[in-house]
C-alpha cells in the first residue's frame, strides 16, 4: 500500500501491446472508474470496451464497490486501453488482498496477453508475405 495525497492507494500496472495502464485503486470508494482524467463512459465509448475493463470488478462481488479506480493509460488503441486496463486492475486487487489470488488467476485476469505484432522480414512484404511468384 502506498500514501498518496489524497490518501492510501492500491497499485498495479497492465499491459497489452503497446498500452501500459498505471491504475490506483483506492479503497473505501463507490465503484467508480476514472481513465485519463474521464468518467470510464468517455474514455471507452463502446459498451464492450468498458466490459472487458471493469471485469475483473464485476467478477467478483465482494470488490464490486469497494473501491474507485483512477487509472492513466497510454499508448496502444483501444482495444488495448480496454485490456490494459482490466490487467491493472486485477493486479491492483491481488495488492490490496493477495486471498484473491485464485479467484484473478481463475478467470485469467492475472495473465498477460504477450500477443504482439510480428515484425516485418526483409525480402518480404509484410511479416509473412512474400513477393508474387511468377512462373514465366
Known sequence: MTTAPHGAYYYGTGKRKSAI???????????????????????MPWIDWQKRATAP??????VTTRFNIV????GGGQSSWADALRHGIARALLAADP??????RKHGFLTRDARVKESKKYGLKRARRAPQYTKR
Not at 495502464?21 to 474514455?43: C, H, Q, S, T
Not at 487509472?71 to 497510454?74: F, G, P, R, V, Y
Open 57 to 62: 470488478l464485476t467478477a467478483i462481488p465482494s
Open 71 to 74: 487509472a492513466k493509460i497510454e
Open 99 to 104: 486471498n484473491l489470488k485464485g479467484e484473478l
Open 21 to 43: 495502464a498505471r491504475v490506483r485503486a483506492y479503497p473505501a470508494g463507490n465503484g467508480a472508474v476514472i481513465v485519463n482524467g474521464k468518467p470510464l463512459d468517455e474514455a
